[in-house]
């Protein structure tokens, strides 16, 4: 287990699980979200961006237990740009707990996203 913590195949593995699940509800709930990733010349990204008319909600997804600012530096980049179109931004992560890490960026733990019912 450790060596494939390592070579980040585990967080490849969650990021397309809990990108899968956000397509499937959106389509369950027949949401018509517009799913789009980012990316900047210099290689920040986000994983995925929930778009619906001009609101816009960037995700990250982190396999991490514990995330920290650190972890959301380019939710902070995009919302710099983007704040206008945008009620918040999200860290989905296999934690416990939410967290506030900044003005709109939030640590969300997955069960909770998943959550279904």
């Given at each position: 287990l450790k060596e494939l913590e390592a070579?980040?195949?585990?967080?490849?593995?969650?990021?397309?699980?809990?990108?899968?699940?956000?397509?499937?509800?959106?389509?369950?709930?027949?949401?018509?979200?517009?799913?789009?990733?980012?990316?900047?010349?210099?290689?920040?990204?986000?994983?995925?961006?929930?778009?619906?008319?001009?609101?816009?909600?960037?995700?990250?997804?982190?396999?991490?237990?514990?995330?920290?600012?650190?972890?959301?530096?380019?939710?902070?980049?995009?919302?710099?740009?983007?704040?206008?179109?945008?009620?918040?931004?999200?860290?989905?992560?296999?934690?416990?707990?939410?967290?506030?890490?900044?003005?709109?960026?939030?640590?969300?733990?997955?069960w909770l996203v998943l959550a279904t019912g």
């Open positions: 070579t980040n195949f585990l967080g490849a593995v969650y990021e397309s699980w809990i990108f899968s699940e956000i397509v499937k509800a959106s389509d369950y709930e027949s949401l018509s979200l517009d799913i789009t990733t980012w990316r900047t010349e210099d290689g920040s990204e986000i994983d995925l961006i929930l778009s619906k008319g001009i609101i816009n909600v960037p995700i990250e997804i982190k396999f991490k237990r514990e995330i920290t600012k650190r972890d959301v530096a380019a939710l902070k980049s995009w919302l710099k740009t983007y704040d206008d179109t945008s009620p918040g931004a999200y860290a989905i992560y296999p934690g416990e707990d939410i967290k506030q890490l900044d003005k709109k960026i939030w640590a969300l733990p997955d």
